[in-house]
């Protein structure tokens, strides 16, 4: 058995301990927000925090959270709610596929850094794509989140 902390809630399952994070998240927990996108850890869509740090899930196997907080789009956080808020105003998502990855990595930018710059923000947010290429707009509902907090 492996027990896991996500969205501070503990999980007790009984899985290989070589099992991408991802599956067990989505397949055994049953959290399904967490997308599967390419499985390589390239495309972001499957980013969760992992004590507050993102990672691509569909790469790291369950042992190597086990001890560990896992946050997944299902959670609760101030800058996730305000994100979201701001991706919906600004009319961010289009197929809305990458979406969690996205404010994920976005959630975790804002915890770490309150005011981040255009720069900081660019490359915090390279890891994540986006086939509809709504950059634009996901750098503009992350700086709305910004102002919002000041």
Same mark, same amino acid.
């Given at each position: ?21 991802? +599956?067990?998240?989505?397949?055994? #927990? ?28 569909? @790469?790291?196997?369950?042992? %190597? %959270?086990?001890?560990?907080? @896992?946050?997944? #789009? ?12 701001? +991706? ?15 404010? @994920? ?22 890891? *994540? ?19 919002? *907090?000041?």
């Amino acid at each position: 058995m492996i027990t896991l902390e996500i969205n501070g809630q503990k999980h007790s399952i009984d899985v290989e301990d070589d099992m991408p994070l991802l +599956w067990a998240i989505r397949d055994i #927990i049953g959290l399904t927000g967490t997308k599967y996108g390419c499985g390589k850890g390239l495309c972001g869509a499957c980013t969760v925090l992992l004590d507050n740090s993102p990672i691509k899930s569909c @790469i790291v196997p369950v042992n %190597a %959270a086990v001890g560990k907080s @896992i946050f997944t #789009i299902e959670g609760t956080s101030t800058n996730l709610k305000k994100l979201q808020e701001a +991706w919906v105003s600004d009319n961010v998502a289009q197929c809305g596929f990458c979406q969690p990855g996205q404010l @994920i990595t976005a959630t975790s930018l804002l915890n770490k850094t309150p005011n981040p710059s255009e720069s900081e923000i660019d490359l915090a947010m390279q890891g *994540n794509i986006c086939r509809c290429g709504t950059y634009t707009r996901i750098k503009q509902a992350i700086q709305k989140t910004v102002q919002s *907090n000041l």
